[in-house]
């Protein structure tokens, strides 16, 4: 007899890492009717105890592995930093679980295939969660630009403009490249990367520059890229943590229309806009927002996710292509370690040193 008996149709989560960032999965997988939380793990038994506390949750855990073989869960939420991923993703399918990991999924390309092909051979799923990709807006603007009916996008400019003072990098793993993996880029600028290759799809060449020029770190604080996409559209890229006035913004230039999104960490109807070019005024008509509205969150992310869990069909477009702007940001790393050569989708595949890691020079310019 099963020591842990399922309610029909009911998926067993368990989430490892309580910072801040797991208390969006909790709120999640208590508001899904077929998920439930039934352990938590994180490295302080104290903190995993409160935790669950907090969210309700049965059992709290100091040992991840040991999380595993008692709850036999069906779904794993990672939450922790990115160095220890490939590790638990690993333990986790070996266990015979789904896993859903924050973004970075994993601090090399290498390792993130690693991930990749463990599902694979378990027959589980590997979702990443990038929440941008989400709400009702997204979508509309994501299908308009697939069906053509803005025309071809032609230029594009998407930045990550945020301000993370010195306390912030006074955590231990932040800010260097053996634990965090990555600077601002892919710590920060990673989410509207993500949600310029969700609407713009696969890239064709990077060209990219790291600097550091106020923060006390290994990595870069600000960096610059440009990106051309296979459909031929060119975009700009900034991404920073030095910005008083933070904003999270994409615009793309289309033949018929500007599209815009500016907000912070999340976006609605409301951050949205489609601007006609001259002529094309009286196709706008149809390009207006659903009535109905969803905001990006981590709730519709994993809502989906467990849906297609639950129903066995492929992973929705808010959770699948779990390498692609993880490439994109290796690239940018890749170019600005090669003093900022083109980097191409080919040569990005055998890198001989960018594929491990995303170890690069940084251009100081500090006084």
């Known amino acids: 007899m099963e020591s842990h008996p399922r309610q029909a149709g009911t998926l067993r989560c368990v989430l490892v890492g309580t910072g801040a960032v797991a208390n969006l999965h909790a709120k999640a997988v208590a508001a899904h009717p077929r998920a439930q939380m039934v352990a938590v793990a994180d490295l302080s038994a104290e903190r995993a105890a409160e935790f669950a506390a907090q969210h309700a949750v049965p059992a709290s855990y100091d040992d991840y592995e040991g999380m595993l073989a008692a709850e036999r869960p069906d779904v794993v939420l990672i939450c922790t930093p990115p160095a220890p991923h490939r590790a638990q993703a690993l333990a986790a399918f070996?266990?015979?679980?789904?896993?859903?990991?924050?973004?970075?999924?994993?601090?090399?390309?290498?390792?993130?295939?690693?991930?990749?092909?463990a599902a694979d051979a378990a027959g589980r799923q590997l979702a990443v969660v990038f929440q941008q990709r989400t709400g009702t807006a997204a979508a509309h603007v994501r299908r308009l630009l697939s069906e053509g009916a803005l025309g071809r996008p032609l230029v594009a400019v998407c930045q990550t403009l945020w301000f993370r003072d010195a306390g912030y990098f006074a955590v231990p793993w932040r800010g260097n490249w053996q634990t965090e993996g990555g600077g601002t880029t892919l710590g920060h600028g990673i989410h509207q990367i993500d949600l310029l290759a969700h609407l713009l799809g696969d890239w064709s060449s990077v060209q990219g520059r790291l600097f550091r020029t106020d923060r006390e770190t290994e990595t870069e604080d600000v960096s610059t890229a440009t990106v051309v996409f296979d459909g031929g559209a060119v975009a700009q890229i900034v991404t920073s943590a030095v910005s008083p006035r933070e904003t999270s913004s994409i615009r793309i230039d289309t033949q018929k229309a500007t599209v815009t999104v500016d907000h912070?960490?999340?976006?609605?109807?409301?951050?949205?806009?489609?601007?006609?070019?001259?002529?094309?005024?009286?196709?706008?008509?149809?390009?207006?927002?659903?009535?109905?509205?969803?905001?990006?969150?981590?709730?519709?992310?994993?809502?989906?996710?467990?849906?297609?869990?639950?129903?066995?069909?492929?992973?929705?477009?808010?959770?699948?292509a779990p390498a692609r702007s993880l490439e994109l940001v290796a690239a940018i790393y890749a170019s600005a370690a090669a003093d900022s050569a083109i980097i191409t989708p080919q040569q990005l595949a055998a890198h001989p040193t960018h594929r491990a890691g995303f170890a690069s020079p940084v251009q100081d310019l500090r006084r």
């Not at 999924?105 to 993130?112: G, Q, T, V």
């Open 94 to 117: 070996a266990a015979g679980a789904h896993v859903i990991v924050e973004k970075p999924p994993a601090p090399s390309l290498d390792e993130l295939d690693d991930m990749r092909a």
């Open 264 to 320: 912070l960490y999340g976006h609605g109807h409301e951050n949205w806009r489609i601007t006609p070019a001259p002529g094309f005024e009286a196709e706008a008509e149809t390009w207006a927002f659903p009535d109905a509205e969803e905001r990006s969150d981590h709730a519709p992310l994993l809502r989906d996710v467990f849906d297609a869990l639950l129903d066995g069909t492929p992973l929705p477009p808010t959770a699948d």
